[in-house]
């Protein structure tokens, strides 16, 4: 057990369950608010979770929808890796799947380049600094004298993290910046580098260098599963959703589904109140997590004079919202050629980030393949210019696929769906010290999401779930209760000793 997981299950003399009756109210049904809706109820609270959608899951949800001959398909909002040092988000599966059966490995994903050139990240070791080094000796992008000329400093950095003192060195320089001090050669640095900071969903030249350093340790330096991920065999409204509804709903959660919430004020007798859009007009509860967007915090944030502090109000009023993402599904009425990979990364391909072949994973788009002969094929593309229109960005996902996968090339598209969204948080440069933490001013009212800043390296969906956890024992520390563990990898790297003088010089 690491130091993190240490700290944070200190406590084990808690008592195990809240008093009776603690209400708790959770706003935002994404994995963050359900993370925190499942150990509050876990531990007695009568939990209400308030979501704006028709349905659960926020930026991982799903939901029914047809094709255009009637057939029923579980839509979702794109495909999603669960790498295996998400610790807390495999804790939180493990609730509804014991033994992680609805995950399966995807053993190699390769990067794809503009000439068909390809970068693999399967079977290195997992263990620092064997992995830097053997994808260093079979990467055919970087070669000996490319390592000489490439700035030994710059580079030492991505072994060198330190979660206490990474954001006080890098919060102010770009992740362009940073990766240009790298001195690789342009096809090294596009084939290994930019597509780290895309998963992100930030363009690189609006985002911390010190988030894209924390990226490179938790994702690949610092973790000791190594870059290895699993997919759910089965849609997410099937495979966690439901379940995890029919969980909760059995430990008593309520939900009030499309519902937004629209202001949070102190209730007359104790408490918090959550006002509503609709019937019920409000809940009210002890406790509180705001477990929303970022401009669904904003908004009920403006609208809550109770939630008063206007240096916490400055810091929520500087949040922000990315360039969007696109995702396009398409059913075709062919087969992909043998050998073809469930998921592949792409650079330099224009707009498009990742291509799925969802009928090679998914059992539902298996089942549809095997009964037409045809497939399913997802393209991603994110931090998308905000001035691409709809159209042009649909048409390349369709060009590119069609040249990237040649035997698509006179595929007939069967049924499509495309959604572009703006809700992922940014992480511009400068940003660190007025990110929102957990605790916030406010007894009784804590903050989740995959914007909010922790102390352990994490991101997206395990960063979600990891707050949602959080917060939920930073709520319950009031009775005592015993909190619920949260995993993490190392907070330091192999070279965190170096002291700050070696930091490379950015222009
Ligand atoms: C296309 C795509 C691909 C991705 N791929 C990966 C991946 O491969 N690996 C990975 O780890 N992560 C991935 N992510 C990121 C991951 O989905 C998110 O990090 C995670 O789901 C965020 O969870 P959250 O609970 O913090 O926020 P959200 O999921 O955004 O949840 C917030 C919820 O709050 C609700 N809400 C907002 N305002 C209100 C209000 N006023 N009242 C009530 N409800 C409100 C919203 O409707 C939403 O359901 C991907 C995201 C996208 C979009």
């Not at 790298?182 to 900071?197: G, I, K």
């Not at 895309?198 to 988030?211: G, L, Q």
């Not at 994702?219 to 509804?245: I, K």
Request: glycine share 6%.
């Amino acid at each position: 057990m690491n130091a993190a997981s240490k700290q944070s299950d200190r406590g084990s003399a808690a008592r195990s369950r809240l008093p009776e009756g603690v209400r708790a109210t959770v706003i935002g049904g994404g994995l963050a608010g359900i993370a925190a809706a499942t150990v509050l109820c876990e531990r007695g609270a009568a939990v209400t979770v308030v979501e704006r959608e028709p349905v659960l899951g926020g930026r991982a949800s799903g939901w029914r929808d047809h094709l255009s001959d009637g057939q029923p398909f579980e839509m979702e909002r794109g495909f999603h890796a669960f790498f295996r040092q998400y610790y807390n988000v495999r804790a939180l599966l493990r609730r509804i799947d014991p033994e992680l059966g609805n995950l399966m490995p995807l053993v190699d994903y390769p990067i794809v380049g503009p000439s068909g050139e390809m970068e693999s990240f399967s079977g290195l070791p997992t263990r620092t600094p064997f992995q830097v080094l053997e994808l260093v000796r079979r990467s055919p992008h970087l070669k000996l004298k490319d390592l000489m000329r490439a700035d030994v400093r710059s580079a030492a950095q991505m072994l060198a993290f330190d979660t206490d003192t990474i954001y006080e060195r890098f919060d102010h320089f770009t992740a362009r910046q940073y990766l240009d001090s790298l001195s690789f050669p342009t096809r090294a640095r596009q084939m290994l580098f930019d597509v780290f900071a895309h998963s992100f969903f930030n363009p690189e030249d609006r985002m911390s260098a010190s988030e894209l350093l924390m990226m490179f340790h938790f994702y690949f330096m610092g973790n000791p599963e190594g870059l290895v991920f699993d997919v759910l065999v089965e849609p997410f409204s099937l495979a966690l959703w439901m379940p995890m509804r029919r969980y909760l709903e059995k430990r008593g959660v309520q939900f009030l589904l499309e519902r937004s919430a629209t202001q949070v004020s102190r209730a007359t007798e104790k408490g918090w109140r959550v006002h509503l859009d609709k019937a019920p007009d409000h809940v009210d509860g002890d406790v509180v997590v705001l477990a929303t967007t970022v401009p669904g915090l904003q908004s009920i944030v403006q609208a809550s004079p109770d939630l008063q502090s206007p240096a916490w109000r400055k810091n929520v009023e500087s949040q922000s919202v990315t360039y969007p993402f696109a995702v396009w599904r398409a059913w075709l009425d062919t087969p992909s050629s043998p050998g073809r990979h469930a998921f592949i990364g792409t650079s330099g391909l224009g707009v498009v980030d990742n291509v799925s072949e969802y009928h090679l994973f998914e059992g539902e788009s298996r089942r549809w393949s095997m009964a037409t002969g045809g497939s399913v094929v997802e393209v991603h593309a994110y931090a998308v210019r905000p001035e691409l229109s709809q159209e042009a960005i649909r048409s390349e996902f369709d060009k590119t696929m069609r040249e990237i996968y040649p035997e698509t090339a006179n595929a007939r598209i069967v049924d499509e769906r495309f959604l572009l969204r703006s809700d992922c948080p940014a992480f511009p440069p400068g940003s660190w010290r007025s990110r929102l933490q957990v605790e916030t001013p406010f007894d009784g009212v804590a903050l989740a999401g995959d914007f909010v800043r922790i102390s352990q390296p994490s991101a997206l969906m395990e960063r979600a779930v990891s707050t949602g956890f959080l917060a939920a024992n930073r709520l319950m520390s009031t009775w005592g209760v015993r909190p619920e563990p949260v995993r993490s990898v190392p907070t330091q790297g192999l070279l965190s000793w170096l002291p700050a003088w070696t930091a490379p010089h950015i222009a």
